[in-house]
């Protein structure tokens, strides 16, 4: 089973997505709180990250380049309100960024489900992103620079 952890500061959005996602079988843990989130990550070990980038863009799109350097085989959907972000460099590094709507639940399901169809080759090789998250906390990333200072990197 799928283990998704969503993370929005909207308790109603949060509470929408876990019922679609737990009605097509998929275990759900979220949380609203950004001091936690990275705590949840190495706690609950899910297949995949749902987060809100709305009510403080900046911080999401740097909580999200957190992720990427600590958790790079960690799939991640960005879902926002904002249009704009899109074009955000830092948003790029979202497997997917979709825009909330109201069919934004049904766009969920099946972004989450081509991540999986994704997924499950390397399942049968055995790749690491299955095995729980890559962790890469000694090296610094190219890409993305150094999150030393940010709240979530311990």
Avoid at 2 to 14: G, H, M, T, Y
Avoid at 47 to 63: C, P, R, T
Avoid at 96 to 116: A, F, H, N, P
Wanted: proline fraction near 3%; include cysteine; charged fraction near 25%.
């Amino acid at each position: 089973m799928c283990k998704v952890l969503l993370f929005d500061k909207d308790e109603v959005i949060r509470m929408l997505y876990r019922e679609t996602l737990e009605e097509e079988g998929f275990s759900v843990v979220d949380t609203g709180k950004h001091e936690i989130f990275c705590q949840m990550i190495e706690e609950e070990s899910p297949d995949i990250v749902v987060m809100g980038a709305d009510q403080n863009q900046w911080h999401s799109l740097h909580l999200l380049q957190t992720i990427r350097w600590r958790y790079s085989d960690l799939p991640v959907i960005l879902c926002t309100t904002h249009c704009h972000v899109r074009q955000d460099s830092k948003a790029l590094a979202a497997d997917y960024i979709l825009v909330k709507g109201s069919d934004t639940g049904e766009l969920l399901k099946s972004r989450i489900q081509m991540i999986q169809n994704t997924m499950a080759p390397m399942m049968e090789l055995g790749h690491p992103a299955t095995n729980g998250l890559s962790k890469h906390r000694d090296q610094e990333s190219r890409w993305y620079g150094s999150y030393r200072n940010y709240p979530c990197h311990a």
